[in-house]
Structures are given as structure tokens and as C-alpha cells.
């Protein structure tokens, strides 16, 4: 059986979607046509008008319509959410096509700048959270970088592309590219491309557990500095496959630390979380393993190489962060999701946080006998997540509403907000040191270090390391839990078992 389909849209945008499906081996059955705006026209490219939006409930129960195919231009999004509400009250199937013009006149949206792409004008996110950025010590972190061989893991993702960024424009001899990603390093070694063209690179496809080509790639190419952004970050997949995040963040970390020392680079900087601050999910606890290895080969190093940790929070605009996801919440006319009304975040723009990796960097060993310092940036007070759900939907032009409406009070400038409950693994509040630990001040005031060295010997890293290679490989999701419980007593162990592969 055919489905009964409506086409819904300005009258113009409707006479181009109906020409353009009819160019189909199989076009949708078009029972009829509802206008965005009032009109007297009965037929519009040979199919009739059914009438307007403001009754498009009725004309769709009327006519038994089983799917409503909408063509707005952007400057038609407010109208789209009432849309949107009137067909989900109706029970009818919704399918999106944007006018050609505008498909072929767009731009690709980017997240480059630390602003999240929507249709609406691009927000100033530093502002949304009341954030003002801290500068660096251009010269001391030119000092480490200008002329100097610089090696990024994860160089695609959100961070470590930005780091490959902000290190190309202190001048390096060359910029080291690795990253596992296929698409993702040609997008980021095309970038540099065109916005470096002088300066030479290198793109390596390579996933940075493997500790024997690992070791290779470094041998050939010689980084001086190595900054590790590569890591599974995802809170509810971790939790799911905690094997996956022992094996990429500490045996990641491992392989690309050891290699780094093993040739002599003169810096090795590990990407760290406030997560791996008293972890109560996987992923933040395999980051805190990460930091005992780190910590642990540094004392065992001396001052040849330096090692170092730096912890921060969220940060605005990246790969599926809580505003990417709002933005795309948005213009899909859903609702916003917010976990838990109390829950708090420290936030950070892409650029600032890069930027004072690069500082702490270069304070490597400053005032820390031989090397090892955890850093913590500056993050500012922690924002309440659900009072900034209400500012980002204002940033967007709209207004927020609490709850999912009810019948008809929707309007078509409101954007509801609901709450979904927390996920696995997910804290209420997040810190970035221990309460036992004292954060010293350094020399710039957007970066502190802890005071006390907690780090365990090397002895019992060692331990720990044979300890996680005969259980990574197990099937069994809980034997794993339990393994990374006996080296982070705050994962509970007792956990939603899940059945072998």
C-alpha cells in the first residue's frame, strides 16, 4: 500500500520539491500541498492545495495522511518547530528535504574556531559561559616549539587538531600527524596544507597502541616534542567496553611514552581529564592509569625526557560535546537534553585549552624535580548544565520551556527542555584535583600543579601493567571492571554485567 504523503513549505519551495520528485523512478504519493502562507492558489504544479499550516493537524486527519514531507528555507526555522509539533500530534511521519538553492549555495559547517555551526548566527561561546580567556607566554612556549620536530596522536580529533593548529604558527621544523582515523587525518593534514603551505608535515595512518611501530615512526622521524591527545573519551561507551579504554588510554599512553623516552625527545605530554579525578567510570579511571604510568616512568627517566600530565575539564564546541549535540538537537526541531538538573561542568573553549597545553608545556620541569607534574588549567567556577541549556536555546533565538508540551502549547519560538537522567558512569559534580592534593601555583595564572607527588612507585606500575595485559584481552566486561577497581578503588566494581562476546 502506497503512503499518502503532504507536502508542506512556502508555496515556491513546494512547485521546486514537486518537480524535483517527480524526477524519481518511484515518487511518494503527493496527496496534496499545505502553504507556509495563505493563499488563494487551488493548484500548484498540477497538485492541489490542500490549504495552510495553521490547519495542517486537521488536513492531515482529514485526508489520512501517513507522512508530511517538509521543504523550509532556513529563514523558515521558527515555523518549522510548530510544524513539527503539529505533525508529531498528528501521529504523521515527518521527512525533511532543504531547497536546492540553498543545498547547493551552503557552506560545509566547521567547528574550527571554537563556535558551534548552526543557522543561526555563530555564538561567541567563551561568552555563553562567561569565560574570558587566559593568555600565554608566547616566547617561552616559542621555545619549545619554533624549529622544533612536533609529534600530535590524535591529531584529527577536536584537541589534537587544535594543538596542531596552534603549534604550526610558532614556526616548527616539522609537524608529525598520527592519527587512526582515516578521514580525519586527511582533513587535518589538508588544513595544514592550506593554511601552512611552507611548512612540512607528515600524515601517519597509525594507531598509536601498536608499541612496535609506534616505536618505528618515532625512530624515523625524531619528534623533540610529543603531545598525546589520542584516547577513547566517551563516558557510556566505556562503560560498555572497558577493555577498549584500558587498551587505548594506558596502553596507548604506555607505548607512546615509552617510545618518546626511548628516543630522546626532549617533551612528552600527556592530554589528561578531570575525570581521572576520584573516577567513578571507566573512562576516567583508565585516564588516572594513565597519569600512575606517566608519573611513574618519569621517576625512573631523570630529567632526559620530560614527562608531564595536564588536566582539564569540558571543552565548547568539540566532536559530539553537550553543545554540538544541543545544536543538532536544535535544528532537528527536537527537544534539548539534560541529564540531571543539578549536574555541573567545568568548561573551556578548544583554543584556550590547547593554548595552555602549550604553556604548561613548556613549564615542564620548572619547579618539579626532574619531571612529572600534574598541571590543572584554570577552569573557572563549574556551570550548572541545565542553566545552560537555557542560555544556549536564548543564544539560538529561541525560548526554553521545561517539560515536553502538552497538546497545543507549543509555540513556535519555544524549544523544550527534558530531562533524561544520568548515564552510566556519570558524576554529578566534577573535580579537578583531590582533596588530599594542594595545587601550588606556577608562573602563569591560568595553570596550577599539585603539590603533593601521589604518584605510585615503579614497582607497582609495573605490577599493574602485567596485571592489565592478561585481563585487556578477556571477554569478560566485569572481570575488567574489577581488575581497574583494585588499582582505582572509587570505580565500583559491582556493575551491570553484560554477556560475552
Known amino acids: 500500500m502506497e503512503m499518502r504523503s503532504i507536502l508542506v513549505g512556502p508555496r515556491e519551495a513546494c512547485a521546486l520539491a514537486v518537480r524535483q520528485l517527480a524526477q524519481l523512478d518511484h515518487p511518494p504519493t503527493i496527496v496534496g500541498i499545505t502553504t507556509l502562507e495563505a493563499s488563494d492558489a487551488e493548484i500548484i504544479e498540477s497538485t492541489p492545495v490542500l490549504g495552510s499550516v495553521d490547519r495542517l493537524t486537521d488536513l492531515c486527519a482529514r485526508h489520512e495522511i501517513a507522512q508530511a514531507i517538509v521543504t523550509l528555507p532556513a529563514s523558515c526555522r521558527a515555523e518549522g518547530r510548530a510544524i513539527s509539533a503539529a505533525l508529531h500530534r498528528a501521529g504523521v511521519i515527518e521527512r525533511f528535504i532543504p531547497p536546492m538553492d540553498e543545498l547547493l549555495s551552503s557552506k560545509p559547517a566547521t567547528n574550527t574556531s571554537g563556535s558551534v555551526a548552526l543557522s543561526a548566527p555563530k555564538i561567541d561561546l567563551a561568552k555563553l559561559v562567561g569565560r574570558t580567556a ?248 563549574p556551570i550548572n548544565i541545565f542553566q545552560l541549556a537555557q542560555r544556549f536555546i536564548r543564544a539560538c533565538g529561541f525560548e526554553p520551556v521545561i517539560g515536553r508540551p502538552v497538546g497545543d502549547s507549543v509555540s513556535s519560538m519555544s524549544v523544550p527542555i527534558i530531562i533524561s537522567g544520568s548515564r552510566p558512569g556519570e558524576k554529578l559534580h566534577e573535580q579537578l584535583s583531590y582533596d588530599a592534593e594542594e595545587l601550588r601555583t606556577t608562573t602563569h595564572p591560568g595553570i596550577a600543579a599539585l603539590a603533593e607527588d601521589s604518584a605510585p612507585s615503579p614497582e607497582s606500575v609495573e605490577e599493574m601493567i602485567a596485571a592489565f595485559e592478561q585481563i585487556r584481552s578477556s571477554p569478560s566486561r566485569q572481570m575488567v571492571l574489577e581488575a581497574i577497581a583494585r588499582y582505582i578503588p572509587t570505580l565500583t566494581a559491582n556493575r551491570r554485567a553484560i554477556p560475552a562476546a
Open 134 to 381: 587566559h593568555a600565554i607566554d608566547r616566547d617561552k612556549v616559542s621555545s619549545i616549539i619554533t624549529g622544533k620536530a612536533i609529534l600530535v596522536t590524535g591529531a584529527g580529533g577536536s584537541i589534537g587538531s587544535e594543538l596542531v593548529r596552534q603549534c604550526a604558527s610558532f614556526s616548527p621544523s616539522r609537524i608529525i600527524l598520527m592519527e587512526r582515523a582515516e578521514n580525519a587525518l586527511f582533513e587535518i593534514d589538508r588544513t595544514l596544507s592550506e593554511q601552512h603551505p611552507t611548512l612540512e608535515r607528515v600524515a601517519i595512518l597509525h594507531d598509536v597502541v601498536d608499541p612496535v611501530r609506534t616505536l618505528a615512526h618515532l625512530e624515523r622521524h625524531r619528534p623533540d616534542v610529543v603531545f598525546h591527545a589520542a584516547a577513547h573519551k566517551h563516558v557510556p561507551l566505556m562503560e560498555d567496553h572497558p577493555a577498549h579504554a584500558v587498551t587505548n588510554n594506558l596502553f596507548g599512553t604506555k607505548s607512546i611514552a615509552d617510545a618518546a623516552v626511548a628516543i630522546g625527545a626532549d617533551r612528552f605530554v600527556l592530554i589528561s581529564s578531570d575525570k581521572a579525578v576520584n573516577p567513578v567510570n571507566v573512562m576516567g579511571a583508565t585516564k588516572r592509569l594513565a597519569e600512575h604510568y606517566t608519573q611513574a616512568l618519569a621517576s625512573s627517566v631523570g630529567s632526559r625526557t620530560k614527562l608531564s600530565m595536564v588536566r582539564f575539564g569540558n571543552v565548547l564546541g568539540s566532536a559530539c560535546s553537550v553543545l554540538t549535540i544541543w545544536a543538532d538537537q536544535i535544528a532537528s526541531g527536537h527537544p534539548l537534553t539534560v541529564t540531571d538538573e543539578r549536574m555541573t561542568r567545568f568548561f573551556m573553549t578548544i583554543p584556550e585549552a590547547a593554548t595552555l597545553v602549550l604553556q604548561a608545556a613548556a613549564m615542564s620541569g620548572e619547579s618539579h624535580e626532574g619531571s612529572g607534574e600534574v598541571f590543572v588549567l584554570d577552569m573557572g567556577e
